[in-house]
């Protein structure tokens, strides 16, 4: 077993225990759910992304919806649409953001309203370098239904 294979086994089983969200070298930061409405059948999930080596998010659940997605919003012929990813790369040391108009994560045929406060759990399968794919458990808070964004002290900004 090479010395790098067990530091990043160390890292990893470091991370579950300080209770940050680590897995295939994936930091998962302000997870958050968009609140609905009583008839709503489909909101989105948002979240920070990075990674030291590089991985690549290919797939997505979540126990309070049917269908799980990963979304982009993209600008075609002047309209904005909405279309699935097969998978997100996540580039070693570039912050990926899901957030509203952009990638996020979109949750239909919910079972049953989100209201805010109300914790929504979602599993991300990662595929490291090794192809290898893991599970990352998220928990993201239920924020208002007007939430735009996350709160500033949780905003990174990156250029």
């Given at each position: 077993m090479s010395l790098t294979f067990k530091i990043a086994g160390l890292a990893f089983a470091a991370g579950l225990f300080a209770g940050s969200a680590l897995a295939?070298?994936?930091?998962?930061?302000?997870?958050?759910?968009?609140?609905t409405v009583p008839a709503q059948?489909?909101?989105?999930?948002?979240?920070?992304?990075?990674?030291?080596?590089?991985v690549t998010l290919v797939g997505v659940a979540s126990p309070a919806a049917s269908v799980?997605?990963?979304?982009?919003?993209?600008?075609?012929?002047?309209?904005?649409?909405?279309?699935?990813?097969p998978r997100l790369d996540v580039q070693a040391g570039k912050l990926v953001e899901l957030k509203p108009g952009?990638?996020?994560?979109?949750?239909?045929?919910?079972?049953?309203?989100?209201?805010?406060?109300?914790?929504?759990?979602?599993?991300?399968?990662?595929?490291?370098?090794?192809?290898?794919?893991?599970?990352?458990?998220?928990?993201?808070?239920?924020?208002d239904l007007a939430a735009a964004t996350a709160p500033a002290m949780d905003?990174?900004?990156?250029?």
């Amino acid at each position: 077993m090479s010395l790098t294979f067990k530091i990043a086994g160390l890292a990893f089983a470091a991370g579950l225990f300080a209770g940050s969200a680590l897995a295939v070298d994936l930091e998962v930061t302000a997870p958050w759910v968009r609140g609905t409405v009583p008839a709503q059948k489909a909101t989105g999930a948002f979240m920070q992304l990075s990674s030291k080596a590089g991985v690549t998010l290919v797939g997505v659940a979540s126990p309070a919806a049917s269908v799980v997605e990963l979304h982009e919003m993209v600008v075609d012929n002047n309209m904005m649409k909405m279309r699935a990813l097969p998978r997100l790369d996540v580039q070693a040391g570039k912050l990926v953001e899901l957030k509203p108009g952009s990638y996020h994560v979109m949750l239909i045929d919910l079972k049953k309203p989100l209201a805010k406060g109300e914790i929504v759990p979602i599993t991300l399968k990662v595929e490291g370098k090794d192809k290898k794919v893991e599970l990352v458990e998220v928990k993201a808070e239920v924020r208002d239904l007007a939430a735009a964004t996350a709160p500033a002290m949780d905003h990174k900004h990156t250029h």
